[in-house]
């Protein structure tokens, strides 16, 4: 039974430390405030991914791809930008490649209260500079131009402000670049949907000049690394445990992610990338310029230097396409800035929803961000959600449950007899070990039986924190009273507290026979350790674990009534 004792023991530390590991995570991450400086994007500088081959005897694969110059990044500060809101957006777009330079989402504040600020994705400041650009580039050898993401287009009507007006479904922005010596012209609209965070971007080449036009289409991101949240803000920003960095797909590479710590010069690009998309990802938002799947693309990284600043790059360019004299072509991507909404995600792309990281219980988080999506959607609100997540966890393991609960009670009634064991075999650890052993097998007791009820949510536990740190949908989501944000701390620590206590029962109900006074201690000890470590957690984490324990005292206590007098009551003789 010491053994059991001492296994428990250990599991409880277990968890607790690596509860501990998952809060204190270094992280980069921080949700930028609104800005309204505008600063120059950033030069691409030699012996990075920004200058890629031309092979155009290769026509139509992404490995033929002409060159960007290293100097298209370089850019003065524009005389005036467009404003462009929805019910959902608010944009300002630099006529210099129709880029956009600010993104706030108008419906997520950055933090819950009154007067916050919203959630600003893209900006032109320094210390928060980012950016995404789209453009063209022409082959080399066919000497024509193309309008990259710093040639001016002018818009076609004198707004300067457009706003989706009620009853209105979609809002549609042309701009306009031309070469009149070359008879080149690419007109490019912007076109956005009421209540959707994607801005379809799609080009129409035409060329009216006498020979054909060969480039490529290309798109990217450039991003400073955001500031470092404080130091002493390990439990109470755990926006600092998710990602900030890029993340790509293709079908040939599937997922992967990067740091930008983890960025380097050496980095080879990614060549004939199929249904491939690229991603800028943060704490509950992602910007990501989505393609045409059927595109054969080239993905690059790379780290730009601007001065004393260092700056992130991640492009996707197309095949090389050609566009015959007195003929127009169309191409269409898809950029999204936004928060990770799964359910929009897939609509676009199904891979995008990998951008939203579970980590290494994503296998468990997943399933259960669906049931608790499901159970939202029929009760209205997440925290009640939680609650009902733990209720179907009972039933489902509820036999298992009671037999654990009833070889506990069964270990509870024999106390009594095991401290009559210890004191008639003393110091002989051996014969006491051998007399305990036989005891459980004539009751029919498991003894590690009773830790299983504990063991048994514990994944669901680890699992339901990423799903409350990475959900956008769970964002300040409230559930009653005191409780506003369900994946904030509990602002008085009631919930805690209960949790506390909670444990305690627990603790007072669980039988410890055969341990030693020290031993005893240390285990009424680790409820005070842990419910203190679980503190500063989100609110909707304790919420469920204490859920997990009001019903597991409840189970407890009724199976103790019927099964606790039950085994034999034989006097053992001293």
């Known amino acids: 039974m010491n053994q059991t004792r001492t296994f428990l023991l250990f599991a409880w530390l277990l968890v607790a430390f690596l509860l ?24 691409v500088t030699q012996n990075q991914a920004s200058a890629l081959p031309v092979a155009p005897s290769v026509a139509g694969s992404a490995s033929a791809l002409p060159t960007i110059a290293n100097n298209d990044g370089v850019s003065t500060q524009p005389a005036q930008t467009i404003s462009i809101q929805t019910d959902v957006l608010k944009l300002r777009i630099d006529p210099r490649g129709v880029s956009l330079v600010s993104t706030e989402l108008l419906k997520y504040p950055v933090e819950k209260k009154t007067g916050s600020p919203n959630v600003v994705l893209q900006d032109t400041k320094d210390i928060d500079f980012f950016v995404a650009q789209s453009g063209l580039i022409a082959a080399a050898e066919t000497k024509k131009t193309a309008p990259t993401h710093e040639s001016t287009f002018r818009i076609e009507s004198a707004q300067t402000t457009f706003r989706l007006s009620d009853g209105q479904n979609t809002l549609e922005i042309p701009f306009v670049w031309e070469d009149k010596s070359q008879g080149i012209k690419v007109r490019k609209i912007l076109i956005l949907t009421r ?36 130091k002493h803000s390990m439990f109470t920003n755990p926006e600092s445990f998710s990602l900030v960095g890029v993340a790509w797909y293709s079908e040939e590479n599937t997922f992967k992610k990067k740091k930008f710590a983890d960025f380097s010069a050496e980095d080879p690009p990614i060549k004939d990338a199929t249904n491939s998309w690229v991603s800028m990802v943060q704490h509950h938002f992602v910007s990501a310029w989505i393609p045409d ?43 999204w800035v936004g928060p990770k909404l799964q359910k929009d995600l897939e609509k676009i792309n199904p891979s995008l929803k990998k951008t939203l990281d579970y980590g290494y219980v994503t ?27 733990v209720v179907l966890l009972k039933l489902a393991l509820y036999k298992l449950s009671a037999a654990q609960y009833k070889s506990m009670a069964k270990m509870r009634a024999i106390q009594p007899r095991l401290e009559a064991l210890k004191e008639r075999y ?10 305990m052993m036989d005891l459980y097998k004539k009751e029919k007791i ?13 994944p669901i536990f680890f699992a339901l924190y990423w799903v409350l740190l990475e959900s956008v949908e769970l964002r300040q989501a409230p559930w009653m009273g005191w409780i506003q944000n369900l994946t904030a701390p509990d602002p008085y620590f009631i919930l805690p507290i209960m949790n506390l206590i909670v444990m305690f029962v627990t603790q007072r109900l669980t039988p410890m026979p055969g341990m030693d006074p020290m031993q005893k201690k240390v285990m009424q000890f680790m409820p005070l350790m842990f419910g203190v470590l679980m503190a500063f957690f989100p609110s909707g984490l304790v919420l469920y674990w204490v859920t997990n324990g009001v019903l597991g005292i409840a189970q407890q206590q009724i199976i103790n009534r019927r099964h606790g007098d039950k085994p034999g009551t034989a006097v053992i003789a001293k």
Request: proline fraction near 8%.
């Open 446 to 458: 498991n003894p590690a039986g009773g830790c299983l009820p504990m063991l048994i949510p514990l």
């Open 20 to 43: 501990f590991m998952e809060w204190s995570k270094t992280g980069t991450n921080t949700t930028p405030a609104v800005k309204e400086a505008i600063s120059s994007p950033t030069p």
């Open 363 to 389: 296998v468990i988080s997943e399933p259960l961000f669906l049931l608790l999506s499901l159970l939202h959607s029929w009760i209205g609100n997440w925290g009640w959600a939680i609650i009902a997540i």
């Open 293 to 335: 799947a059927k595109e054969m693309r080239q993905i690059t990284t790379a780290t730009l230097q601007n001065g004393g600043n260092t700056r992130y790059l991640i492009r996707s360019q197309g095949p090389l396409i050609e566009v015959q004299s007195g003929k127009m072509r169309s191409l269409e991507s898809t950029l």
């Open 195 to 230: 209540g959707s965070y994607a801005v379809k971007v799609k080009q129409e080449i035409s060329n009216t000049g006498p020979s054909a036009w060969q480039g490529a289409a290309y798109e990217q991101f450039i991003r400073a690394q955001p500031p470092a949240p404080p």
């Open 426 to 435: 003393g110091d002989d650890r051996q014969a006491y070990s051998t007399a």
